[in-house]
């Protein structure tokens, strides 16, 4: 490992680089995790904007447990550098998950 500081995105606004660069690593960590979640909040909205669209019924998976809704995707979350799949929907404004298993780590 370099002992040098990793060269910021060039796509990243200058003042986000700056308090970067003064934040405690305990802090840094908080924002990786907070902004890998909001990652995946966004990308899942899109997802979800994309097949609010879609009128095809499809057919229930039998995998999907019985109190989870056919529009349900499947998510990976990462906690204590552990994987799960949760399955994920939305009923009005809030989007609402279920536990699903473990992450198979040959994946």
Do not use: C, F
Not at 5 to 29: F, G, H, K, Y
Not at 57 to 80: F, G, H, M, Q
């Amino acid at each position: 490992m370099s002992h040098e500081p990793p060269t910021p995105p060039a796509e990243l606004p200058t003042d986000i680089v700056d308090t970067l660069n003064e934040s405690s690593p305990e802090l840094l960590r908080h924002v990786a995790s907070y902004a890998e979640e909001l990652a995946e909040h966004r990308e899942r909205e899109a997802r979800l904007a994309e097949k609010e669209g879609e009128d095809e019924i499809e057919e229930r998976p039998d995998e999907l447990p019985d109190d989870v809704p056919s529009k349900a995707t499947i998510t990976i979350k990462e906690i204590n550098d552990n994987r799960y799949y949760y399955w994920q929907w939305r009923e009005g404004e809030k989007v609402t998950s279920k536990y699903k298993g473990p992450v198979d780590q040959d994946e």
